[in-house]
């Protein structure tokens, strides 16, 4: 019996082995995997659970330009009317030139990302097409991307997506399937900047994800709730410390707060610093809010789309001389308590303007005879501005490496200059910045610099000068870096104490 077993894992570890060398040209269908467990395995049986979940899920919000939603892979009486919800955003009558769908591995740990090439994937509901060519062009092209069958064999991320799509869309499709095997996010960063191209009108992304694990009902609901909230920020930062935030508290069972975190964390990496992109939060519900469910171990579900604007109007960011004062006084009063006492002050919100209450990116810099004392900022528009100013006040006199923090006898020396932040734009050349307009922030791989509008004015450089610069003292990428860069321009308004 022993003999047998053994006999039986090294075959098993053999035949691993050997899909995961097939080669290309091998045609072998992905045939269902969780078909009967996770979903109906007859096809009217399947349907007529479709049909039901659609029904009840979200109707379409008119959402223009769909270029990707973010859908949970559990068992469909669990989480069906969500996935539902979520499909419910996409155009049926569209025609996508493919539809990438991106799943964390359940099963199986490697290094960056497979992409299945060999065949189609079979469901119930017949056959969905893969776009074997494409696929072989990604293998080809970008080494964080492999061909192991094996991390799609089982996995149930994927599979799970296909008949929302099959019942859903009316034209004929092909996807790209694609696991991601990685626990890092640079690597994320690798995988995000070969899609990036593909991130348009023309195609979609379904990006397959739950959310908390087994924490208790009321638990899963705020867990999910702030880490969909980050999601809708459109940052990396903001997911990744959000989840650690709760990671770190020891709530009761919470295994992860997102399990396909990898998956999302590079649509984020894709979307991050296009203003055009808009998230919208579909539907949340969980496993204990179906009649299966135990509401002590819980398993959560958010539906979101994400779009993109063909025409945005530009809306220019004004600010009243008393707003621009109001402001001012909180950088400093929040510098002259933090020094003194290294706790930041209350602000009463009653008496600001709601514009100083919307969410906006903001820099504080701190001058002293004219000289540099200290700057620090902040792009993503996660909060409202004036938080912002205020943790950018306590930042640039304490937190920058450059200077010793400012003592309390330096305070009246000060003088304080505020640079609220429009949202980045991505450019394709150099002919669309404008100096002393535009402020530049450039990030290749995993570092990055920018230089703000003013910068511009203050040392007189040329264009080239001045991404020169900043590829070289800021990013640390060298003077010509900024040639292969990713650009983003931002544009300032700027304005500072009186004296």
């Not at 992905?30 to 078909?35: E, F, G, I, L, S």
């Not at 308590?337 to 303007?353: G, Q």
Request: charged share 20%.
């Amino acid at each position: 019996m022993r003999k047998t077993k053994i006999i039986t894992i090294l075959a098993s570890c053999f035949l691993l082995l050997c899909t995961e060398c097939q080669s290309q040209g091998e045609h072998i269908d992905r045939q269902p995997a969780v078909a009967g467990s996770f979903y109906p395995a007859q096809q009217e049986e399947l349907n007529a659970a479709l049909k039901q979940f659609f029904k009840h899920a979200v109707p379409s919000k008119n959402i223009q330009n769909v270029i990707a939603i973010i859908s949970p892979h559990a068992g469909y009486v669990y989480s069906g009317e969500v996935a539902a919800s979520a499909f419910n955003q996409i155009d049926p009558a569209k025609v996508y030139e493919n539809i990438f769908i991106l799943g964390s591995s359940h099963y199986i740990a490697f290094e960056g990302a497979s992409v299945y090439s060999q065949g189609n994937f079979i469901t119930p509901l017949g056959t969905v097409r893969v776009n074997t060519e494409l696929a072989g062009q990604l293998l080809k092209n970008n080494s964080v991307f492999c061909n192991r069958t094996d991390a799609h064999a089982r996995e149930h991320s994927l599979e799970v997506q296909l008949p929302f799509l099959q019942y859903r869309l009316k034209k004929d499709f092909k996807i790209v399937p694609i696991i991601l095997g990685t626990q890092s996010p640079e690597t994320c960063q690798r995988i995000a900047e070969a899609l990036r191209p593909y991130l348009n009108k023309k195609n979609l992304f379904v990006i397959s994800s739950d959310f908390s694990h087994y924490p208790s009902y009321a638990d899963a609901k705020n867990i999910d709730k702030a880490t969909a909230n980050a999601i809708l920020t459109n940052s990396p930062k903001n997911l990744i410390r959000s989840m650690a935030k709760f990671e770190q508290k020891g709530i009761s069972n919470l295994a992860t707060c997102l399990c396909g975190w990898t998956s999302v964390l590079t649509l984020l990496y894709m979307t991050e610093g296009n203003a055009d992109v808009a998230f919208t939060h579909i539907l949340y519900k969980n496993s204990g809010d179906v009649e299966y469910g135990d509401k002590n171990r819980v398993v959560g579900y958010n539906a979101i789309a994400i779009s993109v604007n063909e025409k945005k109007e530009q809306v220019e960011f004004k600010l009243t001389d008393k707003e621009k004062k109001d402001l001012l006084a909180i950088a400093r009063n929040t510098v002259k308590h933090f020094v003194k006492n290294h706790t930041k002050p209350e602000i009463d919100e009653k008496n600001l303007s709601p514009i100083l209450k919307t969410n906006c990116g903001a820099f504080v810099t701190l001058k002293k005879n004219g000289n540099l004392r200290g700057c620090i900022g902040r792009f993503d528009a996660s909060e409202p501005l004036y938080k912002v100013v205020q943790e950018m006040a306590i930042a640039s006199s304490t937190q920058d490496t450059r200077f010793l923090p400012v003592e309390s006898n330096e305070i009246p020396e000060l003088e304080i200059e505020i640079s609220v932040l429009t949202p980045m734009r991505r450019i394709s050349t150099i002919d669309e910045f404008e100096l002393g307009k535009h402020g530049i922030y450039m990030r290749k791989g995993y570092r990055s610099g920018t230089f703000l509008p003013q910068v511009a004015a203050e040392t007189g450089w040329t264009k080239e000068e001045f991404l020169g610069h900043c590829a070289q003292d800021k990013a640390g990428f060298g003077w010509n870096g900024w040639k292969d860069a990713e650009l983003f321009v931002y544009e300032a308004l700027v304005f500072g104490e009186e004296k």
